[in-house]
């Protein structure tokens, strides 16, 4: 055969086109779109209902694991499930778990090995908001003694009665109300960091088990000042003037060989002395007390000693120059964070700053997972009441919603099938 025509031929194939018509185009076109959406937004719920119940079985087998034979284990467990709670809120799901996880980490607190009573004490305040409302004072009334007992226990390590302090102090911030409780608790922390006090000569500690406690004092100092806040301001004058630790006591803690103690005294101070006086900008200081400590306040705020770590002189410059700019101006910080939702956290102040700082330790991301549903949350963060959410539906089981999603299927499939009989008529006429 010629290849003249061999060549025809192939661009003659190449050069046929399809019938086609605007109608059916547009008839095609409308049809994809719709159903492509339902598909997606079927596929969409689908996946996230099966990342719902990978979560809730992970959550069901680490409760299980919470009562295995091995120390090692059951420290693993708790940080496994602290992990979980911080991404996700589940309180529907532990509602029929809440004596045997406080019983749990009540227990891990008091008897366990020193990994195990770290993990129980760092999960304790997580745990109780996730538990939902109606548990928390069971909870509480079970896993506060542990935590106050283990806090002062000189078998534990130093890491587990520090977190032990860290833990209880936001716990009673969050869900305390018996204001006993929590004087109790202040007393409590007041016999922790005197330990950090001066000798009766006035002389700093420098003792080897001082240094080393420094951080176990300074977590129950910031305890102490975190719980001051929730006492009234009348109340919390006469009790630093009729009892341990008074103003003076404590501005002996910045004389403190640790760093992590006069750290914890500046904010305390300011804490201390913000609250009882209120937060009157305009009003002037004129107390002896305060007229003492300025100079020590100053010199704090330019030390540069050179056998001080570079690192431990800069962090506490730049602490102690706001400390001392708040007692010379009345001045205080403010802090405003985003926590999802569209909501920020505005902390102006002493006291509300160090409480978002110890929530924020304590809850990690939690943080933003609980803050729309936990209402102790958020009166602590000063936010509004979280609008009411409707009843939840009955969850589906996985065959339900297989069932659900072929008969959603099948009505696409046949409402399709109208939209092209309807195109065929429109063609033959």
Same mark, same amino acid.
């Given at each position: 055969?010629?290849?003249?025509?061999?060549?025809?031929?192939?661009?003659?194939?190449?050069?046929?086109?399809?019938?086609?018509?605007?109608?059916?185009?547009?008839?095609?076109?409308?049809?994809?779109?719709?159903?492509?959406?339902?598909?997606?937004?079927?596929?969409?719920?689908?996946?996230?209902?099966?990342?719902?119940?990978?979560?809730?079985?992970?959550?069901?087998?680490?409760?299980?694991?919470?009562?295995?034979?091995?120390?090692?284990?059951?420290?693993?467990?708790?940080?496994?499930?602290?992990?979980?709670?911080?991404?996700?809120?589940?309180?529907?799901?532990?509602?029929?778990?809440?004596?045997?996880?406080?019983?749990?980490?009540?227990?891990?607190?008091?008897?366990?090995?020193?990994?195990?009573?770290?993990?129980?004490?760092?999960?304790?305040?997580?745990?109780?908001?996730?538990?939902?409302?109606?548990?928390?004072?069971?909870?509480?009334?079970?896993?506060?003694?542990?935590?106050?007992?283990?806090?002062?226990?000189?078998?534990?390590?130093?890491?587990?009665?520090?977190?032990?302090?860290?833990?209880?102090?936001?716990?009673?911030?969050?869900?305390?109300?018996?204001?006993?409780?929590?004087?109790?608790?202040?007393?409590?922390?007041?016999?922790?960091?005197?330990?950090?006090?001066?000798?009766?000569?006035?002389?700093?500690?420098?003792?080897?088990?001082?240094?080393?406690?420094?951080?176990?004092?300074?977590?129950?100092?910031?305890?102490? +000042?975190? %719980?001051?806040? *929730?006492? $009234?301001?009348? /109340? @919390?004058?006469?009790?630093?003037?009729?009892? #341990? &630790?008074?103003? !003076?006591?404590?501005?002996?803690?910045?004389?403190?060989?640790?760093?992590?103690?006069?750290?914890?005294?500046?904010?305390?101070?300011?804490?201390?002395?913000?609250?009882?006086?209120?937060?009157?900008?305009?009003?002037?200081?004129?107390?002896?007390?305060?007229?003492?400590?300025?100079?020590?306040?100053?010199?704090?705020?330019?030390?540069?000693?050179?056998?001080?770590?570079?690192?431990?002189?800069?962090?506490?410059?730049?602490?102690?120059?706001?400390?001392?700019?708040?007692?010379?101006?009345?001045?205080?910080?403010?802090?405003?964070?985003?926590?999802?939702?569209?909501?920020?956290?505005?902390?102006?102040?002493?006291?509300?700053?160090?409480?978002?700082?110890?929530?924020?330790?304590?809850?990690? +991301?939690? %943080?933003?997972? *609980?803050? $729309?549903?936990? /209402? @102790?949350?958020?009166?602590?963060?000063?936010? #509004? &009441?979280?609008? !009411?959410?409707?009843?939840?539906?009955?969850?589906?089981?996985?065959?339900?919603?297989?069932?659900?999603?072929?008969?959603?299927?099948?009505?696409?499939?046949?409402?399709?099938?109208?939209?092209?009989?309807?195109?065929?008529?429109?063609?033959?006429?």
């Amino acid at each position: 055969m010629p290849k003249g025509k061999r060549k025809g031929k192939f661009e003659h194939r190449r050069t046929e086109q399809p019938y086609s018509s605007d109608e059916d185009d547009m008839t095609i076109d409308n049809i994809s779109e719709t159903s492509g959406t339902s598909d997606l937004k079927s596929n969409h719920d689908e996946a996230e209902n099966e990342i719902q119940e990978k979560l809730e079985e992970k959550v069901l087998e680490t409760i299980d694991a919470l009562s295995a034979r091995s120390n090692a284990a059951r420290a693993a467990a708790l940080v496994s499930l602290r992990g979980v709670l911080q991404r996700r809120y589940v309180a529907g799901l532990l509602a029929n778990h809440r004596a045997t996880l406080a019983d749990h980490v009540a227990r891990a607190v008091r008897r366990g090995r020193d990994a195990e009573r770290r993990a129980a004490a760092a999960i304790a305040p997580l745990l109780a908001l996730q538990i939902g409302d109606e548990g928390t004072e069971e909870y509480i009334r079970e896993v506060r003694p542990a935590l106050a007992a283990t806090a002062v226990d000189k078998s534990a390590s130093l890491d587990t009665r520090t977190e032990c302090c860290s833990s209880l102090a936001v716990l009673c911030y969050l869900l305390e109300e018996d204001l006993t409780e929590i004087l109790e608790v202040m007393r409590m922390y007041e016999t922790i960091f005197s330990g950090s006090y001066l000798k009766g000569d006035g002389s700093v500690k420098v003792s080897g088990a001082v240094v080393e406690e420094g951080q176990w004092h300074a977590a129950a100092l910031d305890g102490w +000042a975190l %719980l001051l806040t *929730l006492v $009234p301001a009348p /109340h @919390a004058d006469a009790l630093l003037r009729d009892q #341990p &630790p008074s103003f !003076t006591r404590l501005a002996e803690l910045l004389e403190a060989c640790s760093l992590e103690v006069r750290l914890a005294a500046g904010g305390a101070l300011a804490i201390a002395h913000e609250h009882i006086t209120g937060a009157d900008e305009e009003e002037e200081v004129e107390d002896e007390d305060v007229e003492e400590l300025l100079p020590r306040l100053e010199q704090l705020a330019r030390d540069s000693h050179k056998y001080r770590a570079k690192r431990d002189r800069k962090l506490q410059r730049a602490t102690f120059r706001d400390v001392l700019k708040y007692f010379e101006e009345r001045w205080s910080p403010t802090v405003e964070v985003c926590v999802g939702g569209g909501e920020s956290v505005h902390a102006s102040g002493w006291g509300p700053r160090a409480a978002y700082a110890a929530l924020a330790a304590a809850l990690g +991301a939690g %943080l933003r997972a *609980l803050a $729309p549903h936990s /209402h @102790a949350l958020r009166a602590a963060l000063a936010l #509004p &009441p979280a609008l !009411t959410a409707p009843p939840p539906h009955a969850k589906l089981t996985r065959l339900q919603r297989h069932l659900q999603n072929n008969a959603n299927c099948k009505a696409r499939t046949v409402a399709r099938a109208k939209n092209r009989d309807k195109r065929s008529a429109a063609l033959a006429i």
